[in-house]
C-alpha cells in the first residue's frame, strides 16, 4: 500500500499551498470543496482522465489544503479549513472573496 | 524598447497570483517590499545572479503583483496594493498574518 503524505498542520508551507492554488482546476477543485464539504472525489472534474484527476487531488494533498479519507472504494476529500486558518488565517476567507470566475 | 507587460487591474488571474507567491524567493521580495515600499530592485536579493533577479521580478510584474517604475537607471518595484485589495480582498492581509517564515 502506498504511504499517502499529508504534512502535518505545522508543517504546511505556504509556497505550497500557494502552489497548489496556481492551477485552475485544483482552484475550481477547492471552490466546489468550500461549497460542498462532502462530496467524493469522483464526483469532482469527473470529465477528466483519472490520471489527471489523481495528480490535482495528490498535489492539492500533499500541499496541505485537503485531506483525504478513504472508505472502501469511495475517496471523500474536505478541505483542511480548521489547519489553514490556523497557520494562514484569513487566506481562505480571501479565497472565497476573490471576485473572479475561475 | 522591449514593451514591459503589466495587466490592468481587471485583467489580473487569482492562479497567476499564486503562481508568483507559490515561490520562496517571490514570496520573499513581496515580504521585503510590503515592509518597504519605496525600494530599489537591485538592493533586493542583491546576492542573486542579476538574471535570476530579473526573472523574478518579471513573474511578479507580469501577474499583478508588483509595478515597475523605471527612473533613469533605477528601478523601482511596488506592489499593486490597491488593485489586489480591490480584485481579491484580504489576500495581502492574509500574506502578512501567515506565521511561517519563509
Same mark, same amino acid.
Given at each position: 500500500m502506498r504511504t %499517502?503524505?499529508?504534512p502535518h498542520c505545522d508543517e504546511i508551507r505556504?509556497?505550497?499551498v500557494f502552489h497548489a492554488l496556481s492551477d485552475p482546476v485544483r482552484l475550481?477543485?477547492?471552490r466546489q470543496l468550500r461549497a460542498d464539504a462532502d462530496v467524493a472525489c469522483s464526483t469532482l472534474c469527473a470529465d477528466m482522465p483519472k490520471s489527471t484527476r489523481s495528480y490535482h487531488f %495528490?498535489?492539492?494533498r500533499e500541499s496541505g489544503v485537503t485531506?483525504?479519507?478513504i472508505e472502501g472504494a469511495y475517496h471523500r476529500v474536505v478541505i483542511r479549513c480548521d489547519d489553514l486558518d490556523s497557520r494562514?488565517?484569513?487566506l481562505l476567507e480571501a479565497l472565497a472573496r476573490a471576485s473572479e470566475p475561475v
Open positions: %499517502r503524505f499529508e505556504l509556497t505550497a475550481d477543485i477547492v %495528490r498535489i492539492l485531506r483525504t479519507f494562514f488565517p484569513g
